[in-house]
C-alpha cells in the first residue's frame, strides 16, 4: 500500500484543548457499570484486592478480545504489508541492555514528606495531590522494569525481566521475518500481548496499570520514505477509532514537541480521547528512525539489514511504530459508548458500542419460563451460535431483560414467545431504536447478519 499525501495527519486535529460539550460518563458510572454488569472486577478482592489489578469478567474478557481482534483485522489481516508475531515475555536481559531500558526506562518519582506518599514528579502541580503539601523531596529515577530471576538460584547469572513493551521483540526478529516471510520493504510486523511497568502512581481506573495489553506495529520503511508513513499512520489509526464509534469530536491527534521526544524518535503524535479527567493518551504513533535495530545489531554482532536483490544494496530501515494499549482503547469505547435516555417514559442505561466490539452480538429471550417454548428457544440459539456471540436470557420480565441487554450493549434481541410455535417466528429488537420487527426463523441468520453489516 501507498501513503496518500493528501491524507496529511497534521490536519487532523479532531479537537480543540477544550473537552466536548454534552454528556459524558463519569469514571464513577462506568466503574460501577464494570462491577455490576460482570466486565472488570477487582483482582482478589475477596482478600481485599491488590493496588491497580483487575480481573476482566465474561462481559469484559469478551470485550477486550473483540478489541484485539478488531486491532488485529485492521492491521493484519485486511492488509499484505503486515504480518504477525508473539515473542516471549521473559527474554535474555541483553535485548533490554541493548535497548537502554535498564539504563533509561524511568520515570521521576518525589515523596511527599507531610504524608509519604510517593509521586511521578512530572505528573504534579507542584504540591502533593493526596495532602496538599508543597514539601517534597528531589526528584530521583525510579526504573520502570519489573525484575524476576529465571532459575532454582537467585543471583545475577539468573536475573531476568517482564517486558516493559512488545516492540524489542519485534526488533530482534527483524531479520528472521523478513528472510521466511520474504517480504520487501515497507512491511510491518504485528503484535498483541502483555506488558508489565512498575508504575509509580497507577490510576483511572483500568487507563493506567502495572500490567496490561498492548497492541504494537513496528513498519520497517526506507529511510527517506520515514516522514510520509509517519504521517499516513497518524492519519489510519485515528480513522480506525472513529470507523469503531468514537465520535471525531472526542478524538484528537497531538504532536510532541522537541523537548518530549524520546531520544530514539524525530517525530510522535498521540492519538487522545476526551477521557472524563481531561485529555489523555490513546495511542503513540512514533518514527523511531533506525535506532533500535542499529542497537540491537551492535548489542548482539549480527546484521539486522534489509538487502534488496534489485539493488543489491543493504540498509537499515527506519521503523514507523503505532502502539495502542488495548485496555486504555477498551475503556474508551465504553466511556464514548454509555448514554442514558429516556423509554416508554423510563429511563435507561445503555452502551451503544458498535456491532463489532458488543460483548454478545444477539440475546435470545424466551417470553416465559415454561418448559413448553424451551425446545424452541435451544433450536433458534442453535441456528445463532455459529454465526453470533449469544447469550440465552431468562430471568425476570421482558422489559427487564431488554434493559439489562442494552446496559451491556447487545445490539439485537431476538424473543420467542407463544405465537412462534404457531408461525415459526420470532421478534427482533433494536438495541438503539427499541424498534421490533417480526422475522420467520428460517430468515433469522440472514436478518441478523444484514442488521450487524455482516
Given at each position: 500500500?501507498?501513503?496518500?499525501?493528501?491524507?496529511q495527519?497534521?490536519?487532523?486535529?479532531?479537537?480543540?484543548?477544550?473537552?466536548?460539550?454534552?454528556?459524558?460518563?463519569?469514571?464513577?458510572?462506568?466503574?460501577?457499570?464494570?462491577?455490576?454488569?460482570?466486565?472488570?472486577?477487582?483482582?482478589?478482592?475477596i482478600?481485599?484486592?491488590?493496588?491497580?489489578?483487575?480481573?476482566?469478567?465474561?462481559?469484559?474478557?469478551?470485550?477486550?478480545?473483540?478489541?484485539?481482534?478488531?486491532?488485529?483485522?485492521?492491521?493484519?489481516?485486511?492488509?499484505?504489508?503486515?504480518?504477525?508475531l508473539?515473542?516471549?515475555?521473559?527474554?535474555?536481559?541483553?535485548?533490554?541492555?541493548?535497548?537502554?531500558?535498564?539504563?533509561?526506562?524511568?520515570?521521576?518519582?518525589?515523596?511527599?514528606?507531610?504524608?509519604?506518599?510517593?509521586?511521578?514528579?512530572?505528573?504534579?502541580?507542584?504540591?502533593?495531590?493526596?495532602?496538599?503539601?508543597?514539601?517534597?523531596?528531589?526528584?530521583?529515577?525510579?526504573?520502570?522494569?519489573?525484575?524476576?530471576?529465571?532459575?532454582?538460584?537467585?543471583?545475577?547469572?539468573?536475573?531476568?525481566?517482564?517486558?516493559?513493551?512488545?516492540?524489542?521483540?519485534?526488533?530482534?526478529?527483524?531479520?528472521?521475518?523478513?528472510?521466511?516471510?520474504?517480504?520487501?520493504?515497507?512491511?510491518?510486523?504485528?503484535?498483541?500481548?502483555?506488558?508489565?511497568?512498575?508504575?509509580?502512581?497507577?490510576?483511572?481506573?483500568?487507563?493506567?496499570?502495572?500490567?496490561?495489553?498492548?497492541?504494537?506495529?513496528?513498519?520497517?520503511?526506507?529511510?527517506?520514505?520515514?516522514?510520509?508513513?509517519?504521517?499516513?499512520?497518524?492519519?489510519?489509526?485515528?480513522?480506525?477509532?472513529?470507523?469503531?464509534?468514537?465520535?471525531?469530536?472526542?478524538l484528537?491527534?497531538?504532536?510532541?514537541?522537541?523537548?518530549?521526544?524520546?531520544?530514539?524518535?524525530?517525530?510522535?503524535?498521540?492519538?487522545?480521547?476526551?477521557?472524563?479527567?481531561?485529555?489523555?493518551?490513546?495511542?503513540?504513533?512514533?518514527?523511531?528512525?533506525?535506532?533500535?535495530?542499529?542497537?540491537?545489531?551492535?548489542g548482539s554482532?549480527?546484521?539486522?539489514?534489509?538487502?534488496?536483490?534489485?539493488?543489491?544494496?543493504?540498509?537499515?530501515?527506519?521503523?514507523?511504530?503505532?502502539?495502542?494499549?488495548?485496555?486504555?482503547?477498551?475503556?474508551?469505547?465504553?466511556?464514548?459508548?454509555?448514554?442514558?435516555?429516556?423509554?416508554?417514559?423510563?429511563?435507561?442505561?445503555?452502551?451503544?458500542?458498535?456491532?463489532?466490539?458488543?460483548?454478545?452480538?444477539?440475546?435470545?429471550?424466551?417470553?416465559?419460563?415454561?418448559d413448553?417454548?424451551?425446545?424452541?428457544?435451544?433450536?433458534?440459539l442453535?441456528?445463532?451460535?455459529?454465526?453470533?456471540?449469544?447469550?440465552?436470557?431468562?430471568?425476570q420480565?421482558?422489559?427487564?431483560?431488554?434493559?439489562?441487554?442494552?446496559?451491556?450493549?447487545?445490539?439485537?434481541?431476538?424473543?420467542?414467545?407463544?405465537?412462534?410455535?404457531?408461525?415459526?417466528?420470532?421478534?427482533?429488537?433494536?438495541?438503539?431504536?427499541?424498534?421490533?420487527?417480526?422475522?420467520?426463523?428460517?430468515?433469522?441468520?440472514?436478518?441478523?447478519?444484514?442488521?450487524?453489516?455482516?
Amino acid at each position: 500500500m501507498n501513503p496518500d499525501p493528501e491524507s496529511q495527519a497534521s490536519r487532523s486535529h479532531l479537537g480543540s484543548d477544550a473537552i466536548p460539550d454534552g454528556r459524558a460518563a463519569t469514571v464513577e458510572e462506568i466503574v460501577n457499570l464494570c462491577k455490576r454488569r460482570g466486565f472488570i472486577f477487582p483482582s482478589a478482592e475477596i482478600y481485599g484486592g491488590f493496588r491497580s489489578t483487575y480481573d476482566y469478567g465474561p462481559l469484559g474478557t469478551q470485550l477486550l478480545r473483540n478489541v484485539k481482534d478488531q486491532w488485529w483485522r485492521s492491521m493484519v489481516q485486511l492488509r499484505d504489508d503486515v504480518v504477525g508475531l508473539d515473542a516471549a515475555i521473559l527474554t535474555s536481559p541483553k535485548v533490554w541492555e541493548a535497548s537502554g531500558h535498564l539504563e533509561s526506562f524511568t520515570d521521576p518519582l518525589v515523596d511527599c514528606r507531610q504524608c509519604h506518599e510517593r509521586w511521578r514528579a512530572d505528573k504534579l502541580a507542584g504540591s502533593c495531590p493526596r495532602c496538599g503539601s508543597k514539601d517534597l523531596t528531589e526528584a530521583r529515577e525510579f526504573n520502570l522494569m519489573f525484575s524476576t530471576h529465571a532459575g532454582p538460584v537467585e543471583d545475577e547469572s539468573t536475573l531476568a525481566y517482564l517486558r516493559p513493551e512488545t516492540a524489542q521483540g519485534m526488533f530482534v526478529n527483524f531479520a528472521a521475518v523478513a528472510t521466511t516471510t520474504r517480504r520487501s520493504l515497507p512491511f510491518g510486523i504485528a503484535q498483541v500481548g502483555k506488558s508489565f511497568r512498575n508504575e509509580i502512581t497507577p490510576q483511572n481506573f483500568v487507563f493506567r496499570t502495572r500490567e496490561f495489553e498492548q497492541m504494537e506495529m513496528e513498519y520497517f520503511v526506507p529511510p527517506a520514505d520515514a516522514d510520509k508513513w509517519f504521517e499516513y499512520w497518524c492519519d489510519e489509526r485515528l480513522k480506525w477509532y472513529v470507523s469503531l464509534g468514537i465520535p471525531e469530536g472526542k478524538l484528537r491527534l497531538r504532536h510532541h514537541g522537541p523537548d518530549e521526544l524520546s531520544h530514539y524518535s524525530t517525530a510522535t503524535a498521540d492519538v487522545e480521547f476526551a477521557f472524563p479527567w481531561g485529555w489523555d493518551e490513546l495511542e503513540g504513533v512514533a518514527n523511531r528512525t533506525d535506532y533500535d535495530l542499529k542497537a540491537h545489531a551492535k548489542g548482539s554482532g549480527e546484521r539486522l539489514e534489509y538487502f534488496d536483490q534489485q539493488s543489491g544494496e543493504r540498509v537499515v530501515p527506519y521503523v514507523i511504530e503505532p502502539a495502542a494499549g488495548a485496555t486504555r482503547a477498551m475503556m474508551a469505547f465504553l466511556i464514548a459508548a454509555f448514554d442514558v435516555d429516556e423509554v416508554g417514559g423510563e429511563s435507561r442505561s445503555v452502551l451503544r458500542l458498535h456491532q463489532r466490539l458488543a460483548p454478545y452480538e444477539v440475546a435470545v429471550l424466551p417470553l416465559s419460563k415454561k418448559d413448553s417454548l424451551a425446545p424452541l428457544v435451544s433450536e433458534v440459539l442453535s441456528k445463532l451460535r455459529p454465526h453470533f456471540m449469544c447469550d440465552r436470557d431468562v430471568t425476570q420480565s421482558i422489559g427487564r431483560r431488554y434493559r439489562r441487554q442494552d446496559e451491556i450493549g447487545t445490539p439485537l434481541c431476538v424473543t420467542v414467545d407463544f405465537d412462534s410455535l404457531e408461525d415459526s417466528a420470532v421478534t427482533i429488537r433494536d438495541r438503539d431504536t427499541t424498534e421490533q420487527v417480526r422475522v420467520p426463523i428460517d430468515h433469522l441468520v440472514a436478518e441478523v447478519s444484514a442488521r450487524l453489516g455482516r
